[in-house]
Nanobody
Framework: QVQLVESGGGSVQAGGSQRLSCAASGYTFSGHCIGWFRQVPGKEREWVTSINGDGQISVTNSVTGRFAISSDNAKNILYLQMNRLKPDDTGTYYC?????????????????WGLGTQVTVSS
C-alpha cells in the first residue's frame, strides 16, 4: 500500500522561502516519475515540477528559477524548495507519484497522491 505524506507547509511572507517534504512508504522513487502539484479552490490541480525515472527535472514556467525539486531516494523523501515566494504561489501542495518512468503534467498520469499541505503567501 503506497502512502505519501506531505509536510512543511504554513504561512510565509512574500519573498520568503519554504521547504516541503513528502515521505513515501510502499513505493520506490528510483525509476519512477514523482512530482509536486498545487491547487487553489475553484481551479484545477496544477503541475508544478517533477523528476522522471531517469532523474530529469521539469519545472513549470511560473516557478522556474524559484522552486527546486529534489529527492533522497535512500530515504524515499521528496522535497520542494520554494524561494522568492509570491502570493500567487498560495495553494494546497500535493506530492504525486507514478507507476511509470516518464512524467506528464496532467494529474491523471499519477497513480498516488498525498493529502496535501497548505502554503499561504501573504503580501
Amino acid at each position: 500500500q503506497v502512502q505519501l505524506v506531505e509536510s512543511g507547509g504554513g504561512s510565509v511572507q512574500a519573498g520568503g522561502s519554504q521547504r516541503l517534504s513528502c515521505a513515501a512508504s510502499g513505493y520506490t522513487f528510483s525509476g519512477h516519475c514523482i512530482g509536486w502539484f498545487r491547487q487553489v479552490p475553484g481551479k484545477e490541480r496544477e503541475w508544478v515540477t517533477s523528476i522522471n525515472g531517469d532523474g530529469q527535472i521539469s519545472v513549470t514556467n511560473s516557478v522556474t528559477g524559484r522552486f527546486a525539486i529534489s529527492s533522497d531516494n535512500a530515504k524515499n523523501i521528496l522535497y520542494l524548495q520554494m524561494n522568492r515566494l509570491k502570493p500567487d504561489d498560495t495553494g494546497t501542495y500535493y506530492c504525486a507519484a507514478s507507476d511509470g518512468r516518464a512524467c506528464y503534467s496532467p494529474p491523471r498520469y499519477y497513480n498516488y497522491w498525498g493529502l496535501g499541505t497548505q502554503v499561504t503567501v501573504s503580501s
